[in-house]
């Protein structure tokens, strides 16, 4: 396996995300769903690597700088077939790293507060990040849970 910075331009990537997104909108409310689409992650402020298993797409996530110190984690996915497998943390620690190489010192992320969601939290607790408040525009929301960490 290996990450790579990805230009989000293929239709692998598009077609990933898209399910990411219809994933999100099944289990949280429109109004509580955060996930970025495509669009959303073209941005200059974002940086986002995909999970290769050879040429197919197994993972991805994003920074989005918020701040010059502060960056917030977002579309941390893994393919259905693959979860549990080691991605979600391989690639935790590689923006974990990117970041931190980028200059950031705080990282962000809000996550889904239902059981689905249980996993990602737990994932993320493994890697030092603690519950705090909204960050950033967010608002306190029951189907959201927010988390940051220092780098």
């Known amino acids: 396996m ?5 230009d989000l331009s293929g239709p692998q990537i598009a077609e990933f995300l898209r399910e ?13 769903k955060h996930a970025l689409d495509l669009d959303g ?19 991805c996530g994003a920074i989005k700088r918020l701040d010059p110190e502060h960056a917030e984690l977002k579309s941390m996915r ?14 935790l620690a590689h923006i974990i790293a990117e970041a931190g190489r ?7 992320l809000e996550t889904g507060s ?8 737990r994932l993320y607790e493994k890697f030092g990040f603690g519950y705090c ?15 940051t960490r220092l780098l």
Do not use: C, N, Q
């Open 2 to 6: 290996r990450i790579v910075e990805d």
């Open 20 to 32: 990411h997104v219809r994933e999100m909108r099944s289990i949280t409310p429109l109004e509580s």
């Open 41 to 59: 992650l073209r941005t200059p402020d974002v940086t986002f690597w995909s999970v290769m298993d050879g040429d197919t797409i197994v993972g």
């Open 78 to 91: 893994t393919s259905a077939a693959r979860k549990r497998s080691g991605i979600a943390s391989l690639l």
């Open 102 to 108: 980028m200059g950031f010192t705080r990282l962000s």
């Open 114 to 121: 239902a059981d689905f969601f249980l996993p990602a939290r």
């Open 133 to 147: 408040e909204p960050f950033a525009g967010y608002r306190p929301d029951p189907h959201s849970v927010f988390m």
